[in-house]
C-alpha cells in the first residue's frame, strides 16, 4: 500500500506545473531561414517578447530578440540552430539558419590622396548590382575607409539606381526590390546643385560621363548653411531618384540611358559624425564610355549590360564635427 501510494505522488509532482495544473507539451515550430556572413536577418515570432530565451546550436551565427522579432548575424559558414523559447505561451521556435559566402564584390579602382585633413578619394567602377540568380542586396560603402563594409558601419548603399544612407527609415519593401539594410547610425545627405532653366533646355543633350568641374562642386569649400540634409524615410529616399535627384534617363524605345546630373553633388554627414561632399561622375564600366555605344548604336542592350557601376570622387574630412571641405 506505501508503495502504491509513493508512486502515485511520485506521479502527481511530474504531472503538474507550478500551479498544480497539468503539464501541457510545449507547442514547437520550425522555420529556416539563410544569411550570408556578415549579413543580419530577421525572423518574426508570434507572441515573442524580450523575456524569450534563446539558444544557439553551433557558433555559425549570433542571436538577438529585438521586439517580436530575432535578429540573426551570419558569422561562419555552415549550418547553426536558433532556439528561442517562450515560456509564458508555452512555445519553442527552432530555426535552422544555414550561413553562405559573403557577397561577392568586384575589384574596383581606388586613389587615395591627403591634403592637410582632407582626404581626396576616386572610385572607378564600383559594381552595385547582385549576380544572377542570386539574392539581391544592397552594397554597403564607409566613405572614411574607401571601401565595400559588411557590418553596421557604412554610410551609403548602392543597388543599381538606388541609393540609401545609414539614417531614417526603410523606404519600402517589395518582393521585386533589394531588400534595405537596417540604418544603425544617423548618416544624412544634403543634395546641392540646382538645376537651371538653360541646362533643362539642354536635357537631351546632356554628357554621358558627368565633369568634376560642372556646377558647384569645386567652389564649395565648406558646408553651407543652406545645406538641407535629409534622411531615409517611409516611402521616401533621401536621394530622390526622379526629376529631383542625381540623374536623368533617356526611355526611349531604342536606348535606356542613365546620365549624370552635371551640376549635382551630394554634401554627406557620415554616420560616425563627419563631413563629405560626393560627386558622381558616371553609371557605366568603363566610366560612361562604353555606355555612349547605345546612343551611337542605338541598342539599349549595349548600355544596360554595362550599367550599375559607379564612378565617384569625393572629399572627407578626417575631423569629426568639421565642416570644412577643402
Same mark, same amino acid.
Given at each position: =500500500?506505501?508503495?502504491?501510494?509513493?508512486?502515485?505522488?511520485?506521479?502527481?509532482?511530474?504531472?503538474?506545473?507550478?500551479?498544480?495544473?497539468?503539464?501541457?507539451? /510545449?507547442?514547437?515550430?520550425?522555420?529556416?531561414?539563410e544569411v550570408r556572413v556578415g549579413e543580419k536577418v530577421e525572423v518574426e515570432i508570434t507572441d515573442a517578447s524580450q523575456e524569450c530565451k534563446i539558444t544557439i546550436e553551433n557558433d555559425k551565427v549570433t542571436a538577438e530578440m529585438k521586439d517580436s522579432k530575432v535578429l540573426i548575424l551570419g558569422k561562419k559558414e555552415g549550418v547553426s540552430k536558433v532556439t528561442v523559447t517562450n515560456s509564458k505561451v508555452n512555445k519553442i521556435?527552432?530555426?535552422?539558419?544555414?550561413?553562405?559566402?559573403?557577397?561577392?564584390?568586384?575589384?574596383?579602382?581606388?586613389?587615395?590622396?591627403?591634403?592637410?585633413?582632407?582626404?581626396?578619394?576616386?572610385?572607378?567602377?564600383?559594381?552595385?548590382?547582385?549576380? %544572377?540568380?542570386?539574392? =539581391?542586396?544592397?552594397?554597403?560603402?564607409?566613405?572614411?575607409?574607401?571601401?565595400?563594409?559588411?557590418?553596421?558601419?557604412?554610410?551609403?548603399?548602392?543597388?543599381?539606381?538606388?541609393?540609401?544612407?545609414?539614417?531614417?527609415?526603410?523606404?519600402?519593401?517589395?518582393?521585386?526590390?533589394?531588400?534595405?539594410?537596417?540604418?544603425?547610425?544617423?548618416?544624412?545627405?544634403?543634395?546641392?546643385?540646382?538645376?537651371?532653366? %538653360? $541646362?533643362?533646355?539642354?536635357?537631351?543633350?546632356?554628357?554621358?560621363? /558627368?565633369?568634376?568641374?560642372?556646377?558647384?562642386?569645386?567652389?564649395?569649400?565648406?558646408?553651407?548653411?543652406?545645406?538641407?540634409?535629409?534622411? $531615409?524615410?517611409?516611402?521616401?529616399?533621401?536621394? $530622390?531618384?526622379?526629376?529631383?535627384?542625381?540623374?536623368?534617363?533617356?526611355?526611349?524605345?531604342?536606348?535606356?540611358?542613365?546620365?549624370?546630373?552635371?551640376?549635382?553633388?551630394?554634401?554627406?554627414?557620415?554616420?560616425?559624425?563627419?563631413?563629405?561632399?560626393?560627386?558622381?561622375?558616371?553609371?557605366?564600366?568603363?566610366?560612361?564610355?562604353?555606355?555612349?555605344?547605345?546612343?551611337?548604336?542605338?541598342? =539599349? %542592350? %549595349?548600355?544596360?549590360?554595362?550599367?550599375?557601376?559607379?564612378?565617384?570622387?569625393?572629399?572627407?574630412?578626417?575631423?569629426?564635427?568639421?565642416?570644412?571641405?577643402?
Amino acid at each position: =500500500m506505501k508503495k502504491l501510494l509513493t508512486i502515485l505522488l511520485f506521479g502527481l509532482l511530474f504531472s503538474c506545473g507550478d500551479k498544480g495544473e497539468p503539464n501541457v507539451p /510545449a507547442t514547437t515550430e520550425t522555420k529556416e531561414v539563410e544569411v550570408r556572413v556578415g549579413e543580419k536577418v530577421e525572423v518574426e515570432i508570434t507572441d515573442a517578447s524580450q523575456e524569450c530565451k534563446i539558444t544557439i546550436e553551433n557558433d555559425k551565427v549570433t542571436a538577438e530578440m529585438k521586439d517580436s522579432k530575432v535578429l540573426i548575424l551570419g558569422k561562419k559558414e555552415g549550418v547553426s540552430k536558433v532556439t528561442v523559447t517562450n515560456s509564458k505561451v508555452n512555445k519553442i521556435t527552432v530555426i535552422t539558419v544555414t550561413v553562405k559566402k559573403g557577397k561577392k564584390v568586384p575589384d574596383y579602382d581606388i586613389k587615395t590622396e591627403m591634403k592637410g585633413a582632407i582626404k581626396i578619394v576616386t572610385i572607378t567602377d564600383l559594381w552595385t548590382s547582385s549576380p %544572377e540568380g542570386e539574392k =539581391m542586396y544592397y552594397h554597403k560603402f564607409n566613405l572614411e575607409k574607401g571601401k565595400y563594409v559588411e557590418g553596421d558601419d557604412w554610410d551609403i548603399a548602392f543597388y543599381n539606381r538606388s541609393i540609401v544612407v545609414n539614417g531614417g527609415q526603410a523606404t519600402f519593401e517589395a518582393p521585386y526590390a533589394a531588400p534595405e539594410p537596417e540604418r544603425t547610425g544617423n548618416c544624412a545627405i544634403a543634395i546641392m546643385g540646382k538645376t537651371t532653366t %538653360e $541646362d533643362e533646355a539642354k536635357k537631351e543633350n546632356l554628357p554621358i560621363i /558627368a565633369k568634376e568641374t560642372d556646377g558647384e562642386y569645386l567652389t564649395t569649400t565648406k558646408v553651407p548653411d543652406n545645406a538641407e540634409f535629409k534622411q $531615409d524615410k517611409k516611402g521616401e529616399f533621401a536621394i $530622390d531618384d526622379d526629376s529631383k535627384g542625381m540623374f536623368e534617363y533617356n526611355l526611349s524605345p531604342f536606348e535606356h540611358i542613365v546620365t549624370i546630373k552635371k551640376n549635382r553633388f551630394l554634401i554627406v554627414k557620415t554616420h560616425n559624425g563627419h563631413y563629405a561632399k560626393l560627386k558622381i561622375l558616371s553609371y557605366y564600366q568603363g566610366a560612361g564610355a562604353t555606355a555612349q555605344k547605345s546612343v551611337e548604336t542605338g541598342s =539599349m %542592350e %549595349e548600355g544596360l549590360k554595362y550599367a550599375n557601376y559607379y564612378t565617384f570622387t569625393y572629399k572627407y574630412n578626417t575631423k569629426k564635427d568639421d565642416k570644412e571641405l577643402e
